[in-house]
């Protein structure tokens, strides 16, 4: 059983405003990363939420996914992946996590499912996407790595686990993974290229 985890639990300081709520296509991005997980062959769908919580919940209390809160939020991002994986590891059922961004629009179910797809061709431990010169998220982790995604750290992502344990990870090509909303540039930028 694989649980998707989207992290959505950040301040988009650099944007000025929530990125979880930004429009592409007529979705919220968070909505479009929690459509693409319920979708896929993921069993359960969590969304950990910190800043600006009282204004996404609204727009994603239909979805029948785990809303999960991140009160330690502003320390980084390892304390949403800490969240997730608390509740995660109280279903021993679950034998492996998807861990995405909210904020990368170009992800589909059909990305999602290739993962697991690819994990159980290889039975790697880390099945990570390539874009961009460089390998990240969305990631799967089966549940060997489970306890070192609990150990992250302040700012430490999932990404630091594909640089610990380079035999351990493959990888399914993300052609626009790179495509991510971190300021108002960027934005623009997705809404000019529909």
């Known amino acids: 059983m694989t649980a998707l985890i989207i992290l959505a639990a ?12 930004l429009l592409y296509k007529g979705k919220t991005l968070l909505e479009l990363a929690i459509e693409a997980g319920i ?25 029948n996914i785990s809303i999960l809160h991140n009160p330690d939020w502003a320390n980084g991002m390892a304390s949403s992946i800490t969240t997730a994986m608390t509740e995660v590891m109280q279903n021993p059922a679950i034998r492996s996590v ?6 990368q629009p170009f992800v589909t179910r059909t990305l999602i499912d290739s993962l697991l ?10 099945i990570a996407c390539t874009y961009s ?15 070192q995604l609990l150990q992250l750290q302040g700012q430490e992502g999932a990404k630091k686990l594909i640089t610990d344990h380079p035999d351990q990870v ?5 052609e626009k993974g ?12 997705l809404i000019g290229n529909t």
Do not use: W
């Open 39 to 63: 979708k896929s062959r993921c069993h359960e769908v969590m969304v950990v939420l910190g800043a600006n919580a009282d204004t996404i919940e609204p727009g994603i209390k239909q979805y």
């Open 178 to 189: 790179g495509i991510d909303i971190d300021t108002v540039a960027d934005y623009e930028a």
């Open 133 to 147: 010169d460089t390998v990240g998220v969305p990631a799967l982790f089966t549940h060997r790595l489970f306890e």
């Open 117 to 126: 797809f690819k994990q159980q061709q290889t039975g790697k431990h880390l």
């Open 10 to 21: 950040g301040a988009s300081s650099r944007l000025g405003f929530p990125k979880q709520t």
């Open 98 to 103: 998807v861990i995405m961004l909210c904020d």
């Open 170 to 174: 493959a990888t399914i090509p993300f």
